[in-house]
């Protein structure tokens, strides 16, 4: 599961909102599907070098925003993107994905980092923070 979770300690992105994005991004294009189990807070902390808290905080948000659930014996699954933000044929096309990938790699080739890609991204839909 780190494979698709990569975070930036020199990015003015915090790292729970780093690994926030990342999982509901994973969730949005159908790579982390409902009933996916997610790793545990301490596990994927380790792996990605960082404190617990931080990836406690990501999952708290995610529950919130209605992506995850925690169940006490099956611990944190995924539960979908919720109607209201699924795209209409039900998952990102192929296409799509792959032009998000691209653009991405290429940010990264720049020498981008992610809160970069992402204020990239929303000046071009028009939504400037």
């Known amino acids: 599961m780190t494979a698709g979770i ?9 790292p729970y909102e780093q ?11 159908g790579s982390l599907a409902a009933g996916t189990r997610l790793p545990t807070v301490r596990s994927l902390a380790a792996d990605l070098g960082i404190a617990a808290g931080t990836v406690a905080r990501a999952y708290k948000e995610l ?3 209605g992506l995850i659930e925690t ?10 993107m919720p109607d209201s933000v699924r795209p209409a044929g039900g998952s990102v096309p192929a296409d799509l994905t792959a032009a998000v990938d691209r653009y991405i790699a290429a940010g990264r080739a720049a020498g981008l980092d992610d809160g970069t890609l992402q204020d990239i991204l929303r000046l071009r839909l028009g939504h400037p923070q």
């Open 6 to 14: 990569a975070v930036d300690l020199r990015s003015a992105v915090p």
């Open 19 to 29: 690994i926030r994005t990342q999982i509901s991004s994973l969730i949005a294009v």
């Open 71 to 80: 169940r006490r014996r099956n611990g944190t699954v995924v539960v979908g």
């Open 63 to 65: 529950e919130q925003a």
